[in-house]
């Protein structure tokens, strides 16, 4: 499978041109184009064991992804059968896309809307963000990919890579994923004060070593400007 | 005349470069700045249509989801510039037309020189469920056409068989046949994969030709901010 991203940074879109066999999973109505012998298939996005509890499990699953974390409940498996096929992905939100190769060794942390797709091997769970997270104005939930295999991410803006070496801080709303190495709580930046005053409301502060990917924007951010702009 | 593309892609504007007496059609509102002997004419149809010919033009533009009024910059005199910005951010293509015919998504048409006609043409009803422009303009004769995407344009080749999402479509030469498909309909109409999909309708293509997608959906950026926004209030 190859992975070539286009229209970088403001508007990003994977082109995947795939091998016999390769399969590759998308949030729903992230598929621009595509070849047309590609398989496509619909999904509950959330996996069971099979048999009815199997679906049941999944649905199960799909809805709480859809309600707790805001993702697609349904998800789209596209199959190649033969060298050469094609399918172009893209968000809905303008910014860029990135790959990122997992293996097992490597298992990253992503914000839950900042998922687009990833390869049939890479295992996509839900994981609790902790009660913290509750306050801290985003998701509760991230999305924790493990696996083997190509994962795609997208951001609101350019996405800014960084290694985090120690310790380091990131605004909420800027967080797009992280290495399974790295942990993190959240903070306020100073005192109460500066918290309730500077406009930069809680952090997480992250620690280890790993790479951090993060959004040069921030969607509350534009919505919040956006609100007052609006006619009454 | 030519048309030169700059600030691509994340903000491009189109430069139209004409001769003494040449004109340029453009979409309403487009005109960012011009040099001041372009004169500025307004009419529903082009020149020697009469003035039924130029009503008939002018109403099937507005089903088309244009303007009723085409405007066109005329450099008297001498040569001149002017250019044109599309409403939303993102990218201008710019195609020489001289044989066959171009098919425009009706919202990404920019501009083009005198030298081509431009007709509504009806997609198929089935394509108003795609959400995306019922009507498409189809752009015939010899010269310049410009036309804008939302994010960046893709050209590509189509041989063969090739499927769009309904709101990814720019523009497609003529020589490709379409046809309106659900999604995931590969091996016939797939009920599940059309509602849960999140894809609805998508286009079909056949044949060879140069076809020109958008790597974002206006719907579904749409969408995405609508649901942060509060309520409308009538």
């Known amino acids: ?232 | 005349m030519h048309i030169e593309v700059q600030h691509a892609p994340a903000y491009a504007i189109a430069i139209a470069h004409l001769d003494a007496g040449e004109s340029v059609v453009a979409e309403g509102g487009a005109m960012v700045s011009m040099d001041s002997h372009m004169k500025l004419s307004t009419s529903a149809g082009g020149e020697g249509d009469g003035v039924l010919g130029g009503l008939m033009k002018g109403l099937k533009r507005m089903v088309a989801g244009e303007s009723f009024f085409q405007n066109r910059f005329v450099a008297e005199g001498a040569a001149g510039h002017i250019t044109f910005a599309p409403t939303l951010q993102g990218d201008i293509a710019v195609h020489e037309l001289s044989q066959g015919t171009l098919i425009i998504q009706s919202s990404s048409f920019l501009c083009s020189g005198t030298g081509i006609e431009l007709d509504a043409r009806w997609g198929g009803a089935r394509s108003f469920f795609g959400g995306e422009g019922l009507i498409m303009l189809k752009a015939t004769g010899t010269g310049p056409v410009a036309f804008n995407s939302f994010g960046g344009i893709k050209e590509i080749p189509v041989v063969g068989d090739f499927v769009v999402d309904t709101g990814h479509i720019v523009a497609f030469e003529d020589s490709l046949e379409f046809n309106i498909d659900s999604f995931g309909s590969s091996g016939g109409f797939n009920l599940k994969s059309f509602f849960l999909g999140g894809e609805g309708l998508v286009c079909h293509f056949k044949g060879s030709g140069r076809l020109w997608i958008q790597t974002r959906n206006t719907q579904g950026f749409g969408t995405l901010l609508g649901r942060q926004l509060p309520p409308r209030q009538s």
């Open chain 1, 1 to 232: 499978m190859k992975i070539d991203i286009e229209s970088r940074p403001s508007y990003g879109m994977a082109v995947v041109t795939m091998n016999d066999g390769d399969s590759l999973v998308a949030e729903s109505g992230a598929m621009v184009a595509m070849s047309s012998e590609l398989d496509v298939r619909t999904g509950f996005n959330g996996t069971g064991k099979g048999g009815f509890l199997g679906w049941l499990q999944a649905a199960v699953t799909a809805l709480l992804r859809r309600v707790l974390a805001g993702e697609s409940m349904f998800v789209n498996t596209f199959s190649a059968s033969a060298d050469g096929q094609q399918v172009m992905l893209a968000p809905e939100m303008v910014g860029d896309v990135e790959k990122v190769r997992l293996d097992k060794d490597r298992v990253i942390t992503v914000q839950a809307t900042s998922y687009l797709a990833s390869g049939k091997q890479v295992v996509v769970d839900l994981v609790w963000g902790g009660f913290q997270m509750l306050f801290s104005g985003e998701g509760a939930f991230f999305l924790k990919c493990s696996g083997k295999g190509p994962l795609l991410i997208n951001a609101y803006g350019a996405i800014e890579k960084v290694e985090v070496e120690g310790a380091y801080v990131v605004d909420t709303g800027h967080l797009v994923a992280f290495e399974g190495d790295l942990t993190w709580r959240l903070k306020k930046v100073g005192g109460w004060k500066s918290t309730l005053l500077s406009g930069e409301g809680l952090v997480m502060e992250f620690k280890g070593d790993g790479t951090l990917w993060l959004q040069t924007r921030n969607l509350k951010s534009l919505v919040s400007w956006l609100i007052p702009q609006l006619p009454k």
